[in-house]
């Protein structure tokens, strides 16, 4: 059985802390032997960055989330920067949001762009939070850099018509396990347009829970999460995804397994396998 990798998720989010044990355990056994840990605001990224260092699989991401840009520090592209100098880090969460209310998106673009600057001056996978902002975020790509070894559109839920336009510049796209809730049908099935070597999949817990019956380790309602998502729930989400894209889940896995190793090449120390 191939191992699998979790391209997004928040583990350092105080809603998993109360089960860490039973968590740690769980998601070495599937094994998953990578997972991306987004920062998504100052206040987290030294608990990521410890997470890194005490856990072999993580791999850390530094960025500020559309959501907590009014908490960012005048200083906050010097820290980010340090954090790309000392470590072997990606970029993100960072991203476009207009559907959050009173969002700014000129101060979220420009946000975006000096994420994509530093990206590429270290070359480094960033990751992108795109909520109803598509072509928004196909306009500043045409004038913004993008590293080499392109972007991670994180739990794509823009349009089918618009996959290709993103692939032109680089784009992965990763298939979260809440599309796969009664509703989400359009969403889950956009993934049957996306070329095999640019699929991703993603927990991105505590956050978008996977509808109850594929739920594998429900977890108690905490504080802002109704249904905390865990993420050895990575396993379920192979599993939808093999479903809608019709094929066997053990073949998907070996794909998402190269091209997880393919995009996120640059900060996969190879002494970091295998786990701890
Ligand atoms: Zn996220």
């Given at each position: 059985m191939n191992p699998y990798q979790d391209a997004h998720n928040h583990l350092q989010h105080a809603a998993l802390r109360p089960h860490w044990t039973e968590l740690l355990s769980t998601v070495?056994?599937?094994?998953?032997?990578?997972?991306?840990?987004?920062?998504?605001?100052?206040?987290?990224?030294?608990?990521?960055?410890?997470?890194?260092?005490?856990?072999?699989?993580?791999?850390?991401?530094?960025?500020l989330h559309p959501w907590f840009l009014p908490d960012r520090s005048k200083d906050w592209e010097e820290v980010l920067r340090a954090y790309l100098t000392q470590t072997s880090c990606a970029v993100g969460e960072v991203g476009l949001d207009l559907w959050m209310q009173n969002g700014d998106l000129q101060l979220q673009k420009q946000i975006l762009r000096t994420h994509l600057e530093l990206a590429t001056?270290?070359?480094?996978?960033?990751?992108?939070?795109?909520?109803?902002?598509?072509?928004?975020?196909?306009?500043?790509l045409r004038t913004a850099p993008v590293p080499n070894c392109g972007f991670l559109l994180h739990s794509y839920s823009g349009p089918v018509s618009m996959i290709e336009k993103f692939l032109l510049f680089g784009a992965y796209f990763s298939f979260s396990g809440y599309f796969l809730n009664r509703g989400k049908e359009e969403r889950a099935h956009a993934f049957r347009e996306v070329p095999n070597e640019r699929l991703l999949v993603e927990t991105d817990a505590p956050d978008m829970p996977l509808p109850e019956e594929r739920n594998q380790f429900p977890l108690p309602k905490a504080a802002g999460f109704e249904r905390p998502n865990h993420p050895a729930n990575i396993q379920a989400v192979v599993r939808g995804l093999a479903e809608i894209r019709r094929r066997p889940e053990e073949e998907l896995l070996r794909v998402i397994g190269q091209n997880f190793h393919r995009f996120f090449e640059s900060v996969i120390p190879g002494t970091k396998f295998p786990l701890r």
């Amino acid at each position: 059985m191939n191992p699998y990798q979790d391209a997004h998720n928040h583990l350092q989010h105080a809603a998993l802390r109360p089960h860490w044990t039973e968590l740690l355990s769980t998601v070495r056994a599937l094994p998953v032997n990578w997972m991306v840990v987004n920062g998504t605001a100052e206040s987290d990224w030294e608990k990521v960055a410890e997470m890194a260092k005490e856990l072999s699989f993580v791999i850390p991401s530094f960025g500020l989330h559309p959501w907590f840009l009014p908490d960012r520090s005048k200083d906050w592209e010097e820290v980010l920067r340090a954090y790309l100098t000392q470590t072997s880090c990606a970029v993100g969460e960072v991203g476009l949001d207009l559907w959050m209310q009173n969002g700014d998106l000129q101060l979220q673009k420009q946000i975006l762009r000096t994420h994509l600057e530093l990206a590429t001056e270290f070359q480094r996978p960033l990751t992108i939070h795109c909520l109803r902002a598509w072509s928004e975020l196909l306009e500043l790509l045409r004038t913004a850099p993008v590293p080499n070894c392109g972007f991670l559109l994180h739990s794509y839920s823009g349009p089918v018509s618009m996959i290709e336009k993103f692939l032109l510049f680089g784009a992965y796209f990763s298939f979260s396990g809440y599309f796969l809730n009664r509703g989400k049908e359009e969403r889950a099935h956009a993934f049957r347009e996306v070329p095999n070597e640019r699929l991703l999949v993603e927990t991105d817990a505590p956050d978008m829970p996977l509808p109850e019956e594929r739920n594998q380790f429900p977890l108690p309602k905490a504080a802002g999460f109704e249904r905390p998502n865990h993420p050895a729930n990575i396993q379920a989400v192979v599993r939808g995804l093999a479903e809608i894209r019709r094929r066997p889940e053990e073949e998907l896995l070996r794909v998402i397994g190269q091209n997880f190793h393919r995009f996120f090449e640059s900060v996969i120390p190879g002494t970091k396998f295998p786990l701890r």
